[in-house]
């Protein structure tokens, strides 16, 4: 069904996330230092974006996949209004962070980010910040 649906596009994400991740590493290791090359730079700015999506979309927020996930979970009809809520204010919930994120220096996705960048770091084995501090310093 669609939950189904929804973790198959979520895991897609992930595993591109580690192939790619794994790649670098295997590159990484062959050529004995941080080489700034394009296949480099290329394979670490993929595997972030394919780690940062995979972390927001399961972010339990109307219409990302996440909220599918807790259609799914809490399907008993005393968490009917749990799930209308997040229907409802969903879209407007996320907006306000987008903006937020945007508007502030507060870091309002700190929840999608710092996993995607700790998970960087154990499939490439090196530091994917300081890789892209590098890149673009």
Known sequence: GLCTYCFCRSFIKFSNGVYLG??????????????????????LLMTIINLFLFFF???????????KLVDALLTAPQYAKIRIAIATYGPQVLLMMVILSILTTFNVFFFVSGPSFVTCD??????????????FY
Do not use: E, K
């Open 57 to 67: 979309n399961l972010v339990p927020v109307h219409p990302l996949d996440g909220s």
């Open 22 to 43: 794994v790649l670098l590493r295997i590159i990484l290791v062959s050529q004995g230092t941080l080489a700034s090359s394009l296949l480099v730079v290329f394979l």
């Open 122 to 135: 154990v499939l490439t084995g090196a530091n994917c910040i300081a890789l892209l501090n590098g890149l």
